[in-house]
């Protein structure tokens, strides 16, 4: 209450003061967490954990080994993820802006080097992990997180718009990286550097014509990758196996894409409206679907939550993006908008990929199912891009 002094006489003596109280404004604290986004990240990790579980508890107990054998290093993962939220979201994102290059410098540099042979690890033709003790690290979930700063750094520092010349510099700053984890080959992270990368330039005002025509070139790059056999022979038959499910009686290694492909939507299909139930699938109890835990998490979550268990944690990754576009739109500087609006397409294109591979509506990639999927690197990586947004809405006051 501020005190106001006012004047007043009695009769016809002097005039005599007395002091009167009137409400003084007082400017509510700013909330600096967005407890929704982190409260809907975490949740969605501890589904994921569950899912982890009941994924490959039965393949564990055939082998003779603990079935929480990956329940247990998810958990790790999860924790460790949390961490890296927190440590990032405290770090003050404006400070990102003068080494964003670094940043990104360091990420080309790491896909580099997990290339080199005894360094990196090679498995099954690929080239795209390190092992640190029992822990594999697949430094391209990181480079997409990389490519979003710098992408955020350059365009941010040209509030005028983005000329030819700063165009034809954008697409070169992401096709190095895009270009290297494409070779490593990951197939699914370089697609979805591709579509964060339009989808910055989008939202940095390129006009529409010229996203049009970039739009058009790669899909000429996709035509001309596929056309010169730049892709292995099993990445080109995992991407279209979604064209050929109508194929009665196919053959070769295309009969194993198929095979999985209907493997997982019959998964999907088994669960019904309410699912199976905790640890009573068919389908995920005797590991009929490939990679359960991993790229086909989503048919774990439908057969034994079903229809409104799938729908339900659809609804929370969607959630959790709402929020970050929410956080862009709060943001007072293009910067922090931008790292928002990339983080945003990261967690959302990752879900509608991969929950879209798994019903057959989209090609086969080894995309995660965001906090759900297992996988130490790309849990840790998805939690350090909500910290990004946490660190960008705790500062949305200037």
């Not at 490959?56 to 460790?80: D, E, N, W």
């Not at 970039?214 to 790059?221: P, Q």
């Not at 959630?319 to 945003?344: H, P, Y």
Request: glycine share 12%; hydrophobic share 50%; with cysteine.
């Amino acid at each position: 209450m501020a005190a106001v002094q006012t004047q007043y006489r009695l009769g016809s003596g002097p005039a005599r003061s007395t002091t009167a109280r009137r409400p003084l404004m007082v400017k509510r604290p700013t909330v600096v967490v967005d407890v929704f986004l982190a409260a809907g990240a975490i949740a969605a990790a501890v589904v994921g954990v569950v899912m982890v579980y009941t994924a490959t508890r039965g393949i564990l107990i055939q082998t003779g080994t603990s079935p929480t054998h990956y329940m247990k290093r998810q958990a790790l993962f999860v924790i460790l993820g949390i961490v890296a939220m927190v440590v990032v979201g405290l770090f003050d994102y404006r400070k990102l802006e003068t080494f964003g290059m670094a940043i990104y410098g360091l990420s080309i540099f790491v896909l580099v080097v997990a290339m080199v042979p005894h360094v990196g690890s090679h498995t099954i033709g690929s080239a795209r992990w390190f092992n640190v003790g029992p822990i594999q690290i697949q430094p391209s979930e990181f480079a997409v997180l990389g490519l979003v700063i710098a992408v955020a750094t350059y365009c941010s520092r040209r509030p005028e718009g983005l000329t030819w010349r700063d165009l034809v510099k954008v697409l070169i700053l992401g096709a190095v990286p895009i270009g290297l984890v494409m070779i490593q080959p990951d197939l699914g992270t370089g697609i979805i550097m591709s579509v964060v990368l339009l989808v910055m330039l989008a939202v940095a005002g390129l006009p529409t014509r010229i996203l049009v025509l970039l739009l058009l070139g790669a899909a000429g790059v996709v035509a001309v990758v596929l056309g010169a056999g730049l892709l292995h022979h099993y990445q080109i038959l995992r991407i279209t196996s979604f064209l050929h499910q109508s194929t009665k009686h196919p053959t070769g290694t295309l009969a194993n894409a198929v095979y999985n492909l209907q493997q997982s939507k019959d998964a999907i299909g088994a669960g019904g409206l309410f699912g199976t139930g905790l640890t009573h699938g068919t389908y995920t109890n005797l590991g009929y679907v490939p990679e359960q835990q991993t790229d086909f998490i989503f048919t774990a979550v439908a057969e034994q939550l079903g229809f409104v268990g799938a729908v339900g944690v659809l609804a929370l990754l969607g959630f959790v993006a709402w929020r970050m576009l929410r956080v862009g739109q709060l943001s007072r500087d293009d910067f922090g908008r931008l790292i928002c609006v990339g983080v945003f397409t990261f967690i959302a294109f990752s879900t509608f990929q991969n929950a879209g591979m798994t019903m057959g509506i989209m090609p086969i990639t080894g995309i995660p199912l965001p906090f759900i999927s297992y996988g130490g690197t790309a849990v840790i990586a998805f939690f350090t891009g909500v910290g990004l947004v946490l660190s960008v809405y705790a500062r949305r006051g200037g």
